[in-house]
């Protein structure tokens, strides 16, 4: 096993992280993670922290799950992987099946791809070609909120709304109308968001595909929480001018938002939906972007090439992280991971009305087990601390060095802990991340 500064080295040589200043990068010295327990990460000296944002917003049982794991040795076993070009395979077809259980009514079909940008990705191109083949060929444009985050790739960002991430590729991408972002916490905001909406429906609903969303929670965007009913709202005024809705529910599946998918917290059915992240509990790279009955058949018919869907890649379905997608979909009903993420949630709740009066504490947003805590350098005016600060980034050093490994949005710090934590593991997360707002704040304050 290669120590330490033999990985440190090598990383610093070769690696190119995600999302991150690499001119930064090497002036603190990475921390090395070499295993996972339960709901807490393991570093190369042993040192133990507490998984605060599920690694990436993904872990639902913990790590080193025993039941995923036997279904992975089980299924390495039987078939590595096939493909789904001309050939089908038991797990993809189980897996399927399940979702399409699982998932609102409106939901009966699904492509599997292998991140969420591309269950977005997909998402996007189905709903132009459905209405292509519906003979609406005006409709080549889609709507989204501002401050969106749907992923990285080229039709994921032109439809994203973060400057920081999006602004830089506006030349490579495709126009989209945006309407304004609905904040539970900023009065008016939901109700400017869906005159925006009703706007852009009467002026440009024949060009529009789709409505895409995050329900009920921008993740990337901060934990922006949706105030009840909006989600409802929209994609009702979507529905009735005759645009499809395209839940993006990567963030917010498989029971983060206190449902087993946000939409249901409304009983809102979409006509696709794209999933990712705890598909497999998050163990390995495995998404669905799933379809409506009507929008599958518009793509049947007569023997015509220009009816199939022109998308397929490489790993598309495969049977190991299908196999894992089954595990854990089976222990979230066998162990009622909904009735923890409720208890859990409330539990976070009491512990976010105690941060809520921290001295640089401006916002705290929940929606089940998504979580942001806003930092501002004066609480009254809420002014912000200047992007060099790196208010959030001091906070979660700090907790780091408490034993919790979260990661901040700006100066929102995140907290999105597996849906399996302990009443004692939230209680840990809360005193850690409260601390370490004190001292980082007041450090700099
Ligand atoms: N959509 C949403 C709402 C997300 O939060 C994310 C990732 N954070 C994505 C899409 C992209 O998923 P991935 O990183 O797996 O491509």
């Known amino acids: 096993m290669s120590n330490a500064a033999e990985i440190v080295q090598k990383d610093l040589a070769c690696l190119w992280h995600p999302f991150t200043q690499q001119k930064i990068w090497p002036s603190e010295p990475p921390l090395v993670i070499s295993g996972g327990q339960g709901n807490w990460l393991v570093d190369i000296d042993g040192k133990r922290y507490f998984d605060g944002v599920s690694s990436l917003w993904v872990t639902v049982h913990g790590h080193g799950e025993p039941a995923i794991n036997q279904a992975i040795k089980e299924q390495v076993e039987a078939l590595d992987h096939s493909t789904m070009l001309g050939l089908t395979h038991p797990k993809a077809a189980l897996l399927a099946a399940e979702l399409a259980r699982l998932t609102p009514p409106s939901l009966s079909r699904v492509f599997f791809s292998e991140s969420g940008s591309t269950a977005v990705e997909i998402a996007l191109k189905i709903a132009y070609q459905y209405w292509q083949l519906k003979g609406q060929s005006k409709k080549r444009t889609f709507v989204s909120l501002a401050e969106a985050y749907h992923g990285d790739t080229i039709g994921a960002v032109s439809i994203g709304g973060i400057e920081l991430f999006h602004e830089v590729y506006r030349p490579l991408l495709f126009a989209k109308h945006t309407i304004a972002q609905p904040n539970k916490n900023k009065p008016g905001s939901a109700e400017r968001s869906v005159a925006d909406l009703a706007r852009v429906l009467a002026e440009h609903a024949e060009e529009i595909c789709a409505l895409v969303i995050e329900p009920r929670v921008q993740g990337a965007a901060g934990m922006i929480i949706q105030p009840d009913g909006?989600?409802?709202?929209?994609?009702?005024?979507?529905?009735?001018?005759?645009?499809?809705?395209?839940?993006?529910?990567?963030?917010?599946?498989?029971?983060?938002?206190?449902?087993?998918?946000?939409?249901?917290?409304?009983?809102?059915?979409?006509?696709?939906?794209?999933?990712?992240?705890?598909?497999?509990?998050?163990?390995?790279?495995?998404?669905?972007?799933?379809?409506?009955?009507?929008?599958?058949?518009?793509?049947?018919?007569?023997?015509?090439?220009?009816?199939?869907?022109?998308?397929?890649?490489?790993?598309?379905?495969?049977?190991?992280?299908?196999?894992?997608?089954?595990?854990?979909?089976?222990?979230?009903?066998?162990?009622?991971?909904?009735?923890?993420?409720?208890?859990?949630?409330?539990?976070?709740?009491?512990?976010?009305?105690?941060?809520?009066?921290?001295?640089?504490?401006?916002?705290?947003?929940?929606?089940?087990?998504?979580?942001?805590?806003?930092?501002?350098?004066?609480?009254?005016?809420?002014?912000?601390?200047?992007?060099?600060?790196?208010?959030?980034?001091?906070?979660?050093?700090?907790?780091?060095?408490?034993?919790?490994?979260?990661?901040?949005?700006?100066?929102?710090?995140?907290?999105?802990?597996?849906?399996?934590?302990?009443?004692?593991?939230?209680?840990?997360?809360?005193?850690?991340?409260?601390?370490?707002?004190?001292?980082?704040?007041e450090e700099g304050a």
């Open 230 to 441: 909006y989600l409802s709202t929209v994609c009702r005024m979507a529905h009735e001018a005759g645009v499809l809705v395209v839940a993006d529910e990567v963030a917010t599946g498989f029971g983060r938002t206190g449902a087993m998918f946000a939409c249901q917290l409304e009983g809102v059915c979409p006509d696709l939906m794209a999933l990712g992240k705890g598909l497999t509990g998050g163990v390995l790279p495995l998404a669905a972007t799933m379809a409506s009955e009507e929008i599958y058949e518009a793509f049947l018919g007569e023997f015509d090439e220009f009816r199939h869907f022109f998308h397929g890649h490489t790993y598309t379905g495969n049977p190991i992280a299908c196999a894992a997608a089954l595990a854990n979909l089976a222990l979230m009903q066998s162990r009622d991971i909904l009735a923890n993420v409720a208890a859990r949630a409330a539990q976070l709740a009491r512990g976010l009305a105690e941060l809520a009066r921290l001295d640089h504490v401006v916002d705290v947003r929940q929606q089940g087990m998504m979580c942001g805590v806003e930092l501002a350098a004066d609480k009254a005016s809420g002014l912000a601390y200047a992007p060099g600060r790196r208010m959030g980034h001091q906070v979660i050093m700090a907790a780091r060095r408490r034993g919790v490994i979260i990661r901040p949005l700006g100066d929102t710090v995140v907290l999105m802990p597996p849906l399996s934590s302990s009443e004692q593991e939230i209680a840990f997360l809360l005193e850690v991340v409260g601390q370490a707002i004190v001292e980082a704040t």
